[in-house]
């Protein structure tokens, strides 16, 4: 069977994560909704996404085709649905919202012509940004049964102290020494190469995922995830960082989202939580307007490649498009549109030459490579958030 992961109908409300990638490329939990799916189903898959993203994405069609959309989380009862579907069967969910469907070929196809199996399994949905850190806890949970399963940690160092160490997994090549890992409120997991800096005090859930670093004394809160290769310091809690993004320094991260290479400069920090204790409205960028988060707790939405000046500080319910950069004094708006160059006094356009200079430094310093794909998309980002820049 020839499995491919499609966008759906959230991929507008996961902007900016989505400007750069398909939802299937979304961190929550440990690892990628897409890894989710691959190991779940045990085969490849491919994606339907955007135009603009297909040639990094590419879709591979083959005889026998399901689709899968990709704001769902898989677990095994979904799974195997999802594998019993025939020909022309789309399951969905209560609120008719499509999960998968089977096709044969690729041929255009009308999914209302197809035989509707609404499913009873109980689902997790990505459908908002704010739902990446928001659900994040249960995300960790289900990776870590899904990783660790039938499989022994590496030992945990005598110099740290522990609590419930058996719900904390060290793999191969981590170093974790003279910390604090409390996961007597969920599951601490400490992924291949990565390292934990002596002082620093971690309470579960947590993932530390391939190559990351927790740098000394930072206090970090559930349900958190650092993604591959991250850098982490000072206080963070219940935030996810995708890949290759630093908050290295003193200073607070909560409830919010970091993209890929993104940077938090020394001493800066994001309001969580609104002085009149209301819900936070966030921008939605296909209403054009501030959208009801349903949530107290909402921090910093920040897109890739974007990155903030030391002593930076954030209005709760922020969102930072692509590639901008952020620096001075004040509060900047609670929105920056993508390739914005300012802060608080203004802002003006972060010309597009400049921006992927820098993001090809950036990458270089991990050797990784900015390729050409990497470049157009990143050009029709630009050209995209010209409406919402003040230029």
């Not at 299937?24 to 955007?50: F, H, P």
Request: hydrophobic content about 35%; glycine content about 8%; proline content about 2%.
């Amino acid at each position: 069977m020839n499995y491919i992961l499609f966008d759906g109908s959230s991929r507008d409300d996961l902007l900016p994560f989505t400007f750069t990638r398909p939802v299937a490329d979304i961190r929550i939990g440990i690892l990628t909704v897409r890894e989710k799916w691959e190991k779940m189903l045990g085969n490849q898959t491919s994606t339907k996404t955007e135009d603009y993203l297909s040639g990094k994405w590419p879709i591979i069609i083959g005889e026998k085709n399901i689709f899968i959309n990709s704001s769902f989380i898989p677990n095994k009862d979904l799974v195997e649905s999802i594998q019993s579907l025939q020909e022309n069967q789309k399951l969905v969910a209560k609120n008719e919202d499509t999960i998968a469907y089977f096709q044969q070929g690729n041929s255009e196809v009308d999914l209302n012509s197809f035989e509707t199996i609404e499913t009873e399994v109980e689902t997790l949905k990505v459908a908002h940004t704010w739902d990446i850190f928001s659900k994040n806890r249960e995300a960790i949970e289900s990776d870590f049964r899904l990783i660790t399963q039938n499989r022994k940690s590496q030992a945990i160092h005598e110099s740290n102290f522990v609590k419930a160490a058996g719900n904390v997994f060290i793999e191969e090549g981590a170093i974790v020494e003279n910390c604090s890992l409390n996961a007597s409120d969920g599951p601490i997991y400490i992924g291949k190469d990565a390292v934990v800096m002596e002082g620093s005090l971690i309470r579960g859930p947590f993932a530390l995922c391939e190559g990351a670093m927790v740098k000394l004394g930072a206090k970090i809160y559930g349900a958190t995830t650092i993604g591959p290769a991250c850098k982490v310091g000072g206080e963070i809690n219940n935030s996810v960082l995708f890949e290759n993004s630093n908050k290295g320094h003193d200073g607070f991260l909560g409830n919010s989202v970091l993209g890929e290479w993104c940077n938090i400069g020394a001493d800066s920090n994001n309001s969580n939580l609104k002085n009149n204790y209301a819900e936070v409205r966030l921008w939605n960028y296909k209403s054009e307007n501030f959208a009801k988060t349903g949530l107290q707790f909402c921090g910093l939405m920040m897109g890739d490649h974007s990155k903030c000046a030391i002593n930076t500080m954030f209005n709760t319910g922020t969102v930072i498009g692509v590639s901008a950069n952020i620096f001075g004094s004040g509060f900047p708006r609670n929105f920056v549109p993508g390739f914005s160059w300012g802060g608080s006094a203004g802002t003006s356009t972060y010309k597009l030459e400049k921006a992927l200079e820098t993001a090809e430094l950036v990458m270089q310093r991990r050797e990784v490579q900015l390729t050409e794909e990497d470049r157009k998309i990143l050009t029709n980002v630009f050209d995209y958030s010209a409406k919402w820049r003040k230029n």
